[in-house]
């Protein structure tokens, strides 16, 4: 029930409400009426028939004292006029019945007791019925009591009288409870169900510039104030979140363009690197922050021996002798952590490894790059073996080369041992160093002259 009460619209909402005020405040008055109507009527039917129980005995004194029933009889018969009256009896003053009446319908809905004594109790409503008993008094002794019983159908009628009248006004209070109150509740309802059409055609067409009317200073106006308001920083916002909007999709749209330039640059550029790596005679190796191989061109084939499937995916270290690993790993890992370089940026001579497992001399040129947030590593590694085979021939002539090396002892020595004189004069004159020097230097002239012969 009140589930489905609060699902109603407003507007019934307070129709009903006041109806059922209405309807409550009518009731409990004529619940009040009614009731004081019955304890009053109550009361006149006791006064009525205890006056006329009274008129009874004034007119059966006579009757009692000169102990004629008929008499008496004849009396109560007179009560036939009261069709409310069912029966009534007269008592002696001992108690004992002298006379008595019953309605002639042949109804008999109250049996008359034969005897009846101090304590039957008068004046009571019993069984749907109201029985009085009032005493016979002659010259102020009781002579006797009359007794009446009556129904209680005139308080019935009444009732129902009262019942039907209380209907009526109940219905027609109801009528123009709802007369007034369709009316009435338009100044409470309206503002609110105009404030709800607003919301929801603000919810469904997303226009935050209508406003609602705000036809009161109440608690529903200051509601439309409040909710105008709501609309005006709702729109504001709106507003500042569109230019946002629209800012950043022009943003995106210039970002984009500038991506593409640069994917696009980028391509071109991978491709010129990619054909001149490609055709480059050096080895071109690019590792990651792992130190896994990425790349790796021909080059690097022709120098280590591995083929681009072989390599792609595998460590630096396959490329350099077992003795080197730690030191490799140890140098990489103090680059990522701290930026310390020993080999990075510079051109070093380092000692390469082969497929085949030989190892020869390279000269590495390193470089390391940032791109996606990522380090990368890239060297160019040229084999030198030539080169040092070259260099050290090279040093091996310079260092027998006469010329380079003058008063070369080599010559010297056979000289002055294979010249007679010469080693007379080494020991004639030992003191005197310069004549020596002199011997020695004619001799190394005289052996070069024979080497290069």
């Not at 109801?174 to 607003?198: E, F």
């Amino acid at each position: 029930m009140f589930t489905a009460f609060r699902d109603l619209p407003i507007r019934l909402k307070l129709m009903r409400i006041n109806m059922l005020v209405s309807a409550s405040v009518l009731l409990l008055a004529s619940m009040g009426f009614i009731v004081y109507e019955l304890v009053t009527f109550r009361n006149g039917m006791v006064r009525s028939l205890s006056t006329q129980a009274e008129i009874v005995g004034i007119n059966t004194v006579s009757a009692v004292l000169f102990n004629d029933p008929a008499s008496a009889t004849e009396t109560l018969t007179a009560l036939r006029v009261k069709p409310n009256i069912l029966s009534a009896a007269i008592y002696t003053a001992e108690g004992r019945l002298f006379a008595r009446y019953v309605r002639s319908d042949g109804v008999t809905v109250f049996q008359i007791p034969e005897q009846i004594t101090e304590e039957t109790v008068g004046d009571r409503f019993q069984d749907g019925h109201l029985f009085v008993l009032r005493p016979i008094v002659s010259d102020g002794k009781r002579i006797g009591r009359v007794a009446i019983q009556s129904d209680l159908r005139e308080m019935e009628d009444r009732l129902k009288r009262y019942a039907a009248i209380v209907a009526g006004v109940l219905a027609i209070s109801l009528l123009a409870a709802y007369g007034v109150s369709s009316r009435l509740q338009g100044r409470i309802s309206g503002p609110i169900l105009h404030l709800a059409q607003m919301a929801r055609t603000v919810s469904e067409e997303k226009n935050y510039s209508i406003r609602a009317t705000v036809e009161s200073r109440d608690e529903v106006g200051r509601l439309v104030e409040t909710f105008n308001e709501m609309l005006a920083q709702i729109q504001v916002r709106e507003e500042a979140l569109q230019k946002a909007h629209d800012q950043l999709e022009q943003r995106v749209e210039e970002r984009t363009r500038e991506l593409h330039q640069e994917i696009a640059e980028r391509k071109q550029a991978e491709e010129k690197f990619r054909a001149v790596a490609e055709n480059a005679n050096d080895a071109i190796v690019t590792a990651d922050r792992d130190g896994h191989i990425i790349y790796f061109n021909k080059g690097a084939e022709r120098t280590f021996g591995y083929s681009v499937s072989d390599a792609v995916g595998r460590p630096l270290t396959l490329l350099m002798p077992e003795r080197f690993h730690d030191a490799h790993r140890q140098g990489f890992k103090r680059f990522l952590s701290n930026g310390e370089a020993r080999v990075v940026g510079k051109t070093v001579e380092l000692v390469g490894r082969g497929k085949n497992g030989t190892e020869f001399p390279v000269e590495l040129s390193l470089a390391s790059w940032k791109a996606g947030g990522e380090t990368f590593f890239t060297g160019i590694l040229r084999d030198i073996t030539e080169r040092k085979q070259a260099e050290e021939e090279k040093g091996k002539r310079k260092s027998w080369r006469p010329s380079a090396i003058p008063c070369r002892m080599i010559f010297a020595l056979p000289c002055a041992i294979s010249t007679a004189s010469a080693r007379s004069y080494w020991r004639i004159t030992p003191g005197s160093w310069m004549r020596r020097a002199v011997a020695i230097c004619s001799g190394c002239g005289k052996a070069a002259s024979r080497w290069r012969s």
